[in-house]
């Protein structure tokens, strides 16, 4: 009898093709070096531009983390969704309604005056929940005919979010909370290591991070067996029901993350008033 080895993981790893090995995020030189010019045009930025110049950004910035969520439902899953507004105003009404000053009088809006420990995350909840209830119904149609459905989503939501005066302000809108940790309120100058920072840089930080925890959550994601059924069903549906993908968990699980992130994107991480 001739004894044999297992190949260990290390020589299965070696005999893999390249295109068959998970992707990093930074595996090569190239990658560093970009990364960082980045870092370098970022600290220029953050040193010389205006406030003026970072409301443009900081509104970018916001637009990318939407971006993340049509990404993780349409990219991956290939579902068509019209409808990422109506999350978002859900969003930002929750925010609103959660983070707002109390009414000094009857017709102002309600508001709880909580702190953004709890009003942000809370405004992607709310979303994802809305999502969840919505799911079931939409992810029943396919193509085009779900993009009409989450289409008339945002038509139900300008409706809504018009009316409801004591949450939304009506026509006329509402003021949304500005981000303030203990007595450090973003919508003044304050000091940070003996550096004073404007109100536009200290939004600018603050939604940099969520943008980043966004897009380092949505790349493991992809990278983990729920992104490889993602890909699965939105190359061959029929395919991945074969290899024992659930199409509706995996459909579902993608409609309640966008809607989360685009909550989280719908809250009012920047200064700025509801119609």
Known sequence: MIA??????????????????????????????????????LLL?????????????NYCLIAAIATLALNLLSGYTGQISLGL?????????????????PPAGPLDPWGLGLPVFIWLPAAGLVAALV??????????????????????LVFIGNYLFRNLTFITGGPQGRNFPVPAFGGF????????LGIALTSGQQYFLLILVVLLLSALFVYNLSRSRVGRAMRAVRDHEVGAAIMGVNLFEVKMGAFVLSSFLAGVAGAPMFPMRAM
Do not use: C, H, K
Request: aromatic share 12%.
């Open 185 to 192: 309120s973003l919508d003044q100058q304050n000091s940070i």
């Open 131 to 152: 999502g969840a209830l919505i799911g079931p119904s939409a992810l029943r149609l396919r193509g085009f005919y779900l993009g009409i459905v989450t289409l008339a």
């Open 4 to 41: 044999t080895r297992e190949p260990g993981p290390s020589r299965l790893r070696q005999e893999l093709p390249r295109e068959a090995e998970p992707p990093r995020l930074l595996g090569s030189l190239a990658r560093w070096l970009w990364l960082g010019v980045g870092v370098l045009a």
């Open 45 to 57: 930025f953050f040193s010389l531009a205006s406030d003026d110049w970072f409301t443009i950004v």
């Open 85 to 101: 507004a109506f999350f978002m105003g859900l969003g930002g009404y929750t925010a609103a309604l959660l983070g707002g000053n």
